[in-house]
């Protein structure tokens, strides 16, 4: 997933993204679809991690194909996101990953966002090795044991630290607080976006090399590679508060979150059909990760995946439809 951001009940801390690279600022740029009287479009932000992507194939095939929508889809970074929701520039963000602040300032305080319910999906971030490497050295799995093992996980980005993979840059984590505050010998090396982390990743197992990765949960590649979860100092509501004042004093795991929805509140109120269909867009994480593998490993088009999956799941779709 997903930005991938560190959600907290104090602070906005953001997944992914997916399979992701930049994205326009919205607040300068938006859809020329979006809020336009008189049509029936649907403009939907899509972060660029592969499951919001998966997300946004379904829902805008089905919008299209069952209730006869003009859907326009445009990729734009988490906190961006929330300002051009908040705006009309975008209707909807199916996808969200825990941002405190935003919810606060949008849907409490302005009240030019909406919730929409629940996605379905449950995220979590963490630490995560080889299944091959955990079962040969299960000691890897506790923190406390990881610079036992730097020396096998460098790297020549890494020098001579052991290598912890990061995905994007724009991506809102915590890992080099933790490194430096859990005294870990190692360095954080940014593969650019979610698809060159999976390179990397898949390159490693090819060979059966050890690593060490930031990733997340719900994500296909678990299917292909195997992982376990570094089990880091338990995640707290202190340590939360703590990091968002300020996010380099951050020691402890990234939280479990339920994955959320939101739309413009005056779409909410007059977008009729489409408003009630995204509300009652759920599904589960087997569903996406089946979407999201056939958009990133079997390399078919966001459409043809969303096709398969509508034309394999009719018990599961035909209940958003309002």
Request: hydrophobic share 40%; charged share 25%; with cysteine.
């Amino acid at each position: 997933m997903k930005a991938r951001q560190w959600i907290v009940a104090a602070g906005a801390l953001a997944l992914l993204a997916t399979t992701g690279c930049g994205a326009a600022d919205m607040t300068k740029q938006a859809s020329p679809y979006a809020d336009a009287a008189g049509t029936k479009t649907v403009t939907l932000s899509v972060q660029s991690w592969v499951g919001a992507r998966a997300n946004a194939a379904v829902a805008k095939y089905l919008l299209e194909h069952e209730l006869d929508y003009r859907v326009d889809t445009v990729q734009v970074d988490e906190v961006p996101a929330w300002d051009a929701l908040s705006q009309g520039r975008v209707d909807a963000i199916l996808e969200d990953w825990g941002h405190p602040d935003q919810e606060k300032r949008y849907v409490e305080d302005k009240k030019t966002i909406a919730p929409g319910g629940d996605l379905g999906v449950t995220g979590h971030i963490g630490w995560f090795v080889p299944k091959y490497f955990a079962d040969a050295h299960p000691d890897v799995l506790d923190w406390k044991n990881l610079n036992k093992y730097a020396s096998q996980l460098r790297t020549a980005e890494s020098g001579g630290k052991g290598q912890l993979l990061d995905g994007s840059p724009s991506y809102v984590t915590h890992d080099k607080a933790l490194v430096n505050n859990l005294g870990l010998d190692y360095k954080v090396v940014f593969a650019g976006s979610e698809a060159a982390q999976i390179t990397q990743i898949q390159q490693f197992a090819k060979k059966k090399q050890p690593f060490l990765t930031y990733w997340y949960e719900p994500q296909w590649l678990f299917n292909e590679v195997p992982m376990v979860e570094v089990k880091l100092p338990p995640y707290t509501d202190a340590c939360a508060e703590k990091g968002a004042a300020d996010p380099s004093t951050v020691n402890c795991a990234y939280p479990t979150s339920t994955l959320k929805k939101f739309l413009n509140a005056d779409f909410t109120r007059k977008g009729g059909k489409a408003a009630r269909f995204l509300k009652n867009f759920h599904w589960s994480k087997d569903d996406q990760n089946e979407v999201a593998q056939m958009i990133a490993e079997e390399k078919l088009s966001a459409e043809e995946a969303a096709e398969r999956w509508v034309e394999r799941h009719p018990d599961v779709w035909r209940k958003w439809l309002p």
